[in-house]
């Protein structure tokens, strides 16, 4: 099927728009900021499952465990300190309000209280909604490839 400029233009903004949910996704869970997290998701009913984390069918059961883990401080200070870098987006709308997606993850996050340092890789599989205007994930499922966990020497240094 022969699609025009105009139709092929915006499939690829539409495209770029869910990339760019999913990247804010990423910065608000490093940035401990639980709204904004909360906001990528479909209002009601999203379904999530992030393995040994949990199984949430709703986003609002996954954000009371992201304040719980990320907002924990010690002394005002954070002791849960995560990187998210999501990779290799493979995104493809499958109607005018629909669509799915792939990413890998390559996460990192340092542990004050445990002193230990966590790798981590696995991809994520999602579902995406055009809701009013703007794309939300509706599901998303994360399967981990490999992770690794390192103790924090007596010498490192953590400023944050």
């Not at 993850?105 to 009013?132: A, M, P, S």
């Not at 939300?136 to 994360?142: G, H, I």
Request: charged share 30%; glycine share 6%; proline share 4%.
């Amino acid at each position: 099927m022969t699609r025009t400029v105009e139709e092929r233009l915006a499939a690829l903004e539409q495209i770029e728009a869910i990339k760019a949910l999913k990247h804010r996704y990423f910065r608000a869970c490093d940035a401990k900021d639980p709204d904004t997290m909360r906001s990528c998701f479909i209002a009601d009913g999203a379904d999530i499952d992030y393995g040994p984390l949990g199984d949430f069918a709703d986003a609002n059961h996954l954000a009371a465990v992201f304040r719980r883990i990320a907002l924990h401080t010690v002394d005002g200070r954070p002791v849960i300190l995560d990187m998210h870098h999501g990779m290799h987006p493979d995104i493809t709308l499958t109607g005018p309000d629909r669509a799915t997606g792939r990413w890998t993850l390559k996460f990192r996050q340092l542990n004050l209280i445990e002193r230990t340092e966590r790798l981590l890789t696995g991809d994520y599989d999602d579902d995406y909604v055009l809701c009013d205007g703007a794309w939300k994930m509706a599901r998303s499922q994360f399967r981990q490839h490999w992770s690794l966990t390192r103790p924090l020497g007596p010498d490192a240094v953590v400023e944050c």
